[in-house]
């Protein structure tokens, strides 16, 4: 049953030390600020799941909170390279990671069988590939009707999934639109979902009936972050902040410019800063 | 004529090869730009894809990202990523994979994941992300890169994405039935791959460009076709097209600066 609190609250009471996590959002709805609270609260050994990790997920390697990496394109989208992932994967600081890397394909497919409930996932993937020779979790199956052989690759079940999504109804229903990406699959295959939202309304009485809706009873707690994607974006809210990405590239680029930022704003900021973050970038309704 | 750059003539000559009954997973980056400006002039009824889920999109500008809003606000419909693996790559609806490369071989095999030894890497890139199932999984693969010594060379050090492995016919015999890479559009020329050897072969150099051009930013020794033909000149029309892309594009990104 979802239950609404404040950010620091949810992620507290839902995040542990050790845990496998997902921090999901695929370009659009990334949850910055939870994973920025995550960073507050310093948990260590996480081993954090994402198909696409970008900014968050290089934040987080920075700060020396991740054990492992499992993921399919680590990337800043459309600007470069991840350089504090680089700085853990190549050089080990602060910390070396160990990396599990799949096409995302795979780990799309990975996500799915999780919510499904199923132990692994098949697909037609990876023919020719280097990943199988290099990640023992890619393994194949025959089909028993045709011969055909498959990929397969483990299920992904994460102990927490967080995600950020447009709004939730009074009673914890979630409403997610625009780019979906794998969130749905992500929350269904955790253990326990943590959303954020932009607003909170009334109801959902007019909305399409096909609309992206996680039912309440598959959220554990929703918190009010407006803002909470920067400088990823929430369609029908506020723009990327394709600039920020831009930025980042430099930020990272050096570790004491990069704890310095860290510091500036992560460390001392708070949940509501993110929602003066957007103010520019909001479009009209 | 018109003056235009080597890159403007790699992104006009790649649209041309796109036709409006393609259906085109799009890479960002050049293949993006490509598959924009031949939306923008002679193909006006392409199907765009992006992995982000947006199908039939016709952004105003070019995405910094592949799941820029933009995308999803042109698309006749955007659907799940797993749905968009699932369903309409690895269901075969895919006509062109368009993708750009860090590194290719002459058999059109690409490497973005790792410069050095996967394990201890020299240089981390990002990895295949859609990759490896577009290239397997798309009826046919166009790629198109800026050539240079770093980037074309004589051995990939990591298969990100297979295109004809030691060519001849290795994509068949490892069960994959679709045509892998069937061109390749530089800042120089236009490649297409032997119909025996499948060595991206030389067809078409640019206006101006000679073959010691071509084989000075190549790493592995270049076979040119016996009949060598000149890529037409950009139109005005293409021309115009693609400068305003790109303008309207600087613009939106400054824009959301601050």
Redesign the interface.
Known sequence: MARFMPLEQAVRENLKDGDTAAFEG???LIPTAAAHEAIRQGFKDLTLIR??PDIVYDQMVGMGMAKKLL?????N???G??RR??DA??NGWPRSVEVE?H???AM??A??AGAAGLPFAA?????????PE?NPNIKSVTCPFTG??LAAVPSVRPDVTFIHAQKADKKGNVLIE?????Q??AALAAKRAVVTVEEVVEDFADAHPNL?ILPHWTITAIAEVPGGAHPS?T?GYY?????S??EWDDVSADRDRFRAWMEDNVLKAKAEDFAVRVE??RVAK | MNDFTPNEMMTIAASRALTSQDVCFVGIGAPSAACNVARLTHAPDITLIYESGTIGTAPDVLPLSIGDGELCDTALTTVSVPEMFRYWLQGGRITIGFLGAAQIDRFGNINTTVIGDYHTPKVRLPGGGGAPEIASSSQEVYITMAQSKRGMVEKIDFFTSFGHGDGGDQRKKLGIETKGPTLLITDLAIWKPDPETKEFTVVSMHPGVTREMVQETCGWKVKFADTLEETPAPSELELKTLRDLKARTEAAHKGQAG
């Open positions: 695929f370009t659009h198909m696409t993921f399919s394109y680590a990337g989208p459309g600007v390279l991840l992932v680089r994967v190549e890397e096409s995302h394909a799309a497919n996500y799915e697909l037609r993937g990876y023919r020719g590939a280097g990943l290099v055909e052989k625009g780019i979906i990406g794998i749905k699959e992206c974006y369609h723009d990327r902040d394709n600039a990405y831009l520019k970038l």
